[in-house]
Nanobody
Framework: QVQLVESGGGLVQTGGSLRLSCAASGRTFSTYVMGWFRQAPGKEREFVAVVDPSGGSTYYANSVKGRFTISRDNAKNTASLQMDSLRPEDTAVYSC???????????????????WGQGTQVTVSS
């Protein structure tokens, strides 16, 4: 089992920034694909960003490209999501997810992930 705990959510005004963090258990964090997803009330869970196990490759949803940056620190078992130029439509519960390394290094579908955190609320005022 892998446990993931998100932190860093909060209330921010339009144009502001937040940095989310995901702390992971386990001794093999450096082998996990790490992704961020979000879900707003009444909407489906939406892919946000993903980083491969080494941190060398990333992929972003078009809606956040150029504004958000995903990263990881394998020495600290953490993944982060830096969110800049926030907009009201970014308001959602943000969850991190881990995929155990089975060969697929970039994953954008929820069903491709094995473990999920509890989520952290991000609210952007309009």
């Amino acid at each position: 089992q892998v446990q993931l705990v998100e932190s860093g959510g909060g209330l921010v005004q339009t144009g502001g920034s937040l940095r989310l963090s995901c702390a992971a258990s386990g001794r093999t964090f450096s082998t996990y694909v790490m992704g961020w997803f979000r879900q707003a009330p009444g909407k489906e869970r939406e892919f946000v960003a993903v980083v491969d196990p080494s941190g060398g490759s990333t992929y972003y949803a078009n809606s956040v490209k150029g504004r958000f940056t995903i990263s990881r620190d394998n020495a600290k078992n953490t993944a982060s999501l830096q969110m800049d130029s926030l907009r009201p439509e970014d308001t959602a519960v943000y969850s991190c997810a881990a995929r155990l390394d089975r060969g697929l290094r970039i994953a954008i579908l929820p069903e491709e992930y094995d473990y999920w955190g509890q989520g952290t609320q991000v609210t952007v005022s309009s």
